[in-house]
């Protein structure tokens, strides 16, 4: 994997060799370079790696997945900012079967750096919507769902959302006497 810096270098350096290949009529060479250039510019906005970690996640293997990952080494100076959002987004993801914390700030670190596309963004909203939710943080987590629902203009993720919702609104149905005492012994007098 090169730096982000150096691919920007050699495609700048490859494009002026195609504008040398037009200037000396050679145009089927030129052409060629300067698609060779536009694929180190494709890599600059868009890293490899997490391409390829993003089709091994696509088949649901997280193992695979993660090995792409590791070979980024140092993901604040190889990656450019969207691309170290996508990193984390793509490090909660995995982290999220085994590890609530550390998904959490990994999804956290991800909405801060900025992720491209909205549903990806109502994605790592919506799964820390359902972090929050774990730890008993209800408002937190209705702030994030909300949040999540309005990025979601496609309505790719509603069904996830909907379920959330109904999820929050069984663990806080009138059944429940999480309030005062005066509302748990008004729940004991009705039960008589």
Do not use: C
Not at 43 to 70: M, S
């Amino acid at each position: 994997m090169f730096n982000k810096n150096i691919k920007l270098v050699l495609a700048i350096l490859i494009f002026a060799y195609a504008i040398y290949q037009f200037v000396e009529g050679l145009i089927g060479n030129g052409i060629m370079f300067l698609l060779l250039s536009g694929i180190f510019v494709f890599l600059y906005f868009k890293n490899e790696f997490i391409l390829l970690a993003f089709l091994k996640l696509r088949k649901q293997d997280f193992i695979g997945a993660d090995k792409w990952l590791q070979r980024i080494k140092n993901p604040t100076s190889a990656l450019t900012r969207k691309q170290q959002g996508y990193y984390n987004f793509l490090k909660g993801i995995m982290v999220s079967q085994t590890n609530m914390n550390e998904a959490e700030k990994f999804f956290k670190n991800a909405v801060s750096l900025g992720l491209s596309m909205d549903h990806d963004m109502a994605m790592a909203k919506l799964n820390l919507a359902g972090i929050a939710f774990s730890k008993r943080r209800k408002q937190e987590a209705q702030r994030l769902l909300s949040e999540a629902q309005k990025l979601d203009k496609r309505d790719m993720l509603a069904d996830q959302i909907k379920m959330m919702k109904d999820q929050m609104k069984r663990a806080t149905g009138p059944n429940q006497h999480y309030g005062s005492p005066t509302s748990i012994r008004q729940g004991r007098k009705s039960r008589r």
